[in-house]
Nanobody
Framework: QVQLVESGGGLVQAGDSLRLSCAAS????????MAWFRQAPGKEREFVSV????????SYRDSVKGRFTISRDNAKNTVYLQMNSLKPEDTALYYC??????????????????WGQGTQVTVSS
């Protein structure tokens, strides 16, 4: 099993930046990909970005392309989400998740077996 702990959320103004971190522990050798999801009040959880644990290949939802960057540090077993030019619609509880097997990076939450507790991001206008 993989344990995940997110950090880095906060309250910012529109246009500001934040960097989220997600530290993995436990069976990190079983990770195929790591992703960020988010859930706004009254809405379903949605995919934000994913990164292959070995190759570093990335994918993003359209609304964050060009503003968010996902990266990983394998030595620290940590994945990051750099969020620039934040908008009020980015306000949500952000979760990181670990995908245990391939062969392809997933964007559906059902492919991810381990989840963190979430970190709140609030963007004021």
């Amino acid at each position: 099993q993989v344990q995940l702990v997110e950090s880095g959320g906060g309250l910012v103004q529109a246009g500001d930046s934040l960097r989220l971190s997600c530290a993995a522990s436990g069976r990190t050798d079983s990770i195929y990909a790591m992703a960020w999801f988010r859930q706004a009040p009254g809405k379903e959880r949605e995919f934000v970005s994913v990164i292959s644990w070995r190759s570093g290949t990335t994918s993003y939802r359209d609304s964050v392309k060009g503003r968010f960057t996902i990266s990983r540090d394998n030595a620290k077993n940590t994945v990051y989400l750099q969020m620039n030019s934040l908008k009020p619609e980015d306000t949500a509880l952000y979760y990181c998740a670990a995908q245990p097997r391939g062969p392809f990076m997933a964007t559906s939450e059902f492919a991810f077996g381990s989840w963190g507790q979430g970190t709140q991001v609030t963007v004021s206008s």
